[in-house]
C-alpha cells in the first residue's frame, strides 16, 4: 500500500514538473515569438532609415557639387570685378593725365577791329594785315594784338572765323592767311546799304604757324559794337 501510494506521489510530482517545464517552454517561446517580430520591425525601420540616408547623402553631394559651382562662379565674378575695377582706374588716370597735359593747351581769342569800338579802317593803297585791337579773350596768349597775328603754341586742329563790316556805296574785302598763302574770304562790292560777311575755316597747324588777315588794297571795313569787324578762333584738339 504504502509503495503504490509512493509511486502515485511520484507520478503526481512528474506530471506536476513536466506541466511546469512545458509552461516554461511555451512562455520562453512565446517571448522569443514576440521578439523576432519586434526584430522584424526594427529591420524594417533599420532599412527604411537607411534608405532615407541615402536619398540625404546623394542630396547632399548634389549641394556640395552645387555650391563649389557657386564659389567658382563667384570667383570668377570677383576676378572679374577687380580686373574692371583696375581698367577704370587706369583709364581715370590716363583721364587725369591728359587732362592735366591739355591743361596747358587751352587756346582760344577773341577780339573787335577797334579799341574804341566805333570807326572805319582803310582804304589802303597796299594789302594791310589788320591788328584786332579790342581782345575779349586771349586763353593761351597766343594772339599779338600789336600784330594782329595768331601764333599756333602746340600742333593740333584748330577753328577761326572773321566778320568785316562795311556801309553802302564802300567795298570791303577780307582774307584769312596762314603763313603768307589766301585760306578764305569775304567780299561785298558797293551796297546799296550796311552790308556784313564772315567766313570760318578748320586748318591743322603746327607750331610756329601764323593766322592773320588781310584787308584788301582800295577797300575798307567799319566797325561799331552792333556789328563788329572781328577776329577769333581757338584749338579744337591738339595732335
Avoid at 541615402?54 to 557639387?65: F, H, M, R
Avoid at 597775328?149 to 586742329?157: C, K, S, Y
Wanted: hydrophobic residues 35%; charged residues 20%.
Amino acid at each position: 500500500m504504502k509503495i503504490k501510494t509512493m509511486a502515485v506521489l511520484l507520478l503526481v510530482l512528474l506530471l506536476c514538473a513536466g506541466s511546469s517545464i512545458a509552461q516554461d517552454v511555451l512562455s520562453t517561446t512565446a517571448n522569443i515569438i514576440a521578439e523576432l517580430e519586434k526584430l522584424k520591425l526594427m529591420d524594417g525601420r533599420i532599412q527604411k532609415l537607411e534608405e532615407t540616408l541615402t536619398k540625404v547623402l546623394s542630396e547632399n553631394e548634389a549641394l556640395k557639387t552645387e555650391v563649389r559651382d557657386s564659389q567658382n562662379k563667384l570667383e570668377t565674378v570677383q576676378k572679374e570685378s577687380q580686373a574692371l575695377k583696375t581698367l577704370v582706374q587706369d583709364s581715370q588716370s590716363k583721364i587725369e593725365s591728359l587732362q592735366k597735359e591739355n591743361e596747358g593747351k587751352k587756346v582760344a581769342f577773341s577780339a573787335g577791329l577797334l579799341d574804341s569800338g566805333t570807326g572805319n579802317s582803310g582804304p589802303f593803297s597796299y594789302y594791310k594785315t589788320l591788328e584786332y585791337k579790342k581782345v575779349f579773350s586771349n586763353i593761351g596768349n597766343a594772339y599779338d594784338s600789336n600784330t594782329g597775328i595768331f601764333t599756333a603754341p602746340v600742333r593740333g586742329v584748330y577753328y577761326f572765323r572773321f566778320y568785316g563790316h562795311c556801309h553802302g556805296g564802300t567795298t570791303m574785302a577780307i582774307t584769312l592767311m596762314k603763313n603768307g598763302q589766301s585760306q578764305c574770304s569775304v567780299h561785298s562790292a558797293r551796297p546799296v546799304s550796311n552790308s556784313n560777311g564772315s567766313n570760318g575755316v578748320i586748318l591743322i597747324l603746327e607750331i610756329g604757324d601764323k593766322i592773320y588777315t588781310h584787308l584788301w588794297k582800295d577797300t575798307w571795313v567799319y566797325d561799331d559794337p552792333a556789328s563788329y569787324t572781328s577776329f577769333s578762333g581757338f584749338l579744337i584738339f591738339p595732335l
